[in-house]
T-cell receptor, first 109, second 117 residues
């Protein structure tokens, strides 16, 4: 079956670094997405990885290992506004997104 | 950038009534639109995939007679929740894939929160 696993909740301190892990199992693979979702809002796109390695985009970076079925989202210099849920989603061979349940990130001052 | 709108953003209705939610791609033509629902603190669940001019493909367990999807043009898809019940209360989100874009790219609407009393 298809499955995405990510931690339910994480807590970090303002200004620090946090890594949110995601493992996936899909029928075929066409990339791994990370989305940010604030309460009551739709997800907003953060990153897309289809090749192994690290993609850096400002304070956010995303890593993918296809052989391990593993990805992480790295957030640096955390700000209070980064408090949100972070959704990991893998795209299968039919170009359908398989979603994780999301990781709620709590930032403390 | 590509923008997708949803209307209404929030709706409250009585049990037994029908509710229509619109999803529009504002600056691109969308051959494919996706409808998701999300319960509090849960993942997005794909309900159906609609292609312009053809019948929607529903995911297993989603009642097609209850959740009517129409994708009559390249910029508009509608989801009608028929005879809504309190258990249909949820956050409904659409996304759209551009006819000129990569298959990996979906643009999300802002979502519609439905509360059935």
């Amino acid at each position: 079956g298809q499955n995405i696993d990510q931690p339910t909740e994480m807590t970090a301190t303002e200004g620090a670094i946090v890594q949110i892990n995601c493992t996936y199992q899909t029928s075929g693979f066409n990339g791994l997405f990370w989305y940010q979702q604030h309460a009551g809002e739709a997800p907003t796109f953060l990153s897309y990885n289809v090749l192994d390695g690290l993609e850096e985009k400002g304070r956010f970076s995303s890593f993918l290992s296809r052989s391990k079925g593993y990805s992480y989202l790295l957030l640096k210099e955390l700000q209070m506004k980064d408090s949100a849920s972070y959704l990991c989603a893998a795209m299968d061979s039919n170009y359908q997104l398989i979603w994780g349940a999301g990781t709620k990130l709590i930032i403390k001052p | 950038g590509a923008v997708v709108s949803q209307h209404p953003s929030r709706v409250i209705c009585k049990s037994g009534t029908s509710v229509k939610i619109e999803c529009r791609s504002l600056d691109f033509q969308a051959t494919t639109m996706f409808w998701y629902r999300q319960f509090p603190k849960k993942s997005l669940m794909l309900m159906a995939t609609s292609n312009e001019g053809s019948k929607a493909t529903y995911e297993q367990g989603v009642e097609k007679d209850k959740f009517l999807i129409n994708h009559a043009s390249l910029t508009l898809s509608t989801l009608t929740v028929t005879s809504a019940h309190p258990e249909d209360s949820s956050f409904y989100i659409c996304s759209a894939r551009s006819q000129d874009g990569a298959l990996e790219t979906q643009y999300f609407g802002p979502g519609t929160r439905l509360l059935v009393l």
